[in-house]
Nanobody, 124 residues
Framework: QVQLVESGGGLVQAGGSLRLSCAAS????????MGWFRQAPGKVREFVAT????????YYADSVKGRFTISRDNAKNTVYLQMNSLKPEDTAVYYC?????????????????WGQGTQVTVSS
C-alpha cells in the first residue's frame, strides 16, 4: 500500500516555474514506477511524465518535453516535477501516481495509487 500526497502547486505567470513534490508513505516506494498526470476542467486526465524505480529512465509527453523534468529521491520517498517555461495551457490539477508493473506507462488505468492532486494555474 502506498499513499501519495502532492504539494507545490499554485498560481504563476506564463514563463514562470514551479516544482511539484509528491511524498509517498510505505517502505516499498523505491520499487514503484512513478508518474505525473494532469487534468484540466472538462478534459480527460492526460499523461505528463514517468520515471523508473531507480530513476534512470524517464519519459515525457510531447507537450512538456524540454520544459518539465521528473526526478525522484528514494531516500526521501519523494518524486518531483520541475516545471519551467510554463504556459496557460499547462493549467490543470496535477496528480502523481504509482504503479507496480516494473515499467513506465502513459495510461492512467495502469497506475495503482493516486494522490489527491494539486492545482497549477498559469496566467497569461
Amino acid at each position: 500500500q502506498v499513499q501519495l500526497v502532492e504539494s507545490g502547486g499554485g498560481l504563476v505567470q506564463a514563463g514562470g516555474s514551479l516544482r511539484l513534490s509528491c511524498a509517498a508513505s510505505g517502505r516499498t516506494f523505491s520499487s514503484y514506477t512513478m508518474g505525473w498526470f494532469r487534468q484540466a476542467p472538462g478534459k480527460v486526465r492526460e499523461f505528463v511524465a514517468t520515471i523508473s524505480w531507480r530513476g534512470s529512465s524517464t519519459y515525457y509527453a510531447d507537450s512538456v518535453k524540454g520544459r518539465f523534468t521528473i526526478s525522484r529521491d528514494n531516500a526521501k520517498n519523494t518524486v518531483y516535477l520541475q516545471m519551467n517555461s510554463l504556459k496557460p495551457e499547462d493549467t490543470a490539477v496535477y496528480y502523481c501516481a504509482a504503479n507496480n508493473l516494473g515499467r513506465g506507462s502513459v495510461y492512467y488505468n495502469e497506475y495503482d495509487y493516486w494522490g489527491q492532486g494539486t492545482q497549477v494555474t498559469v496566467s497569461s
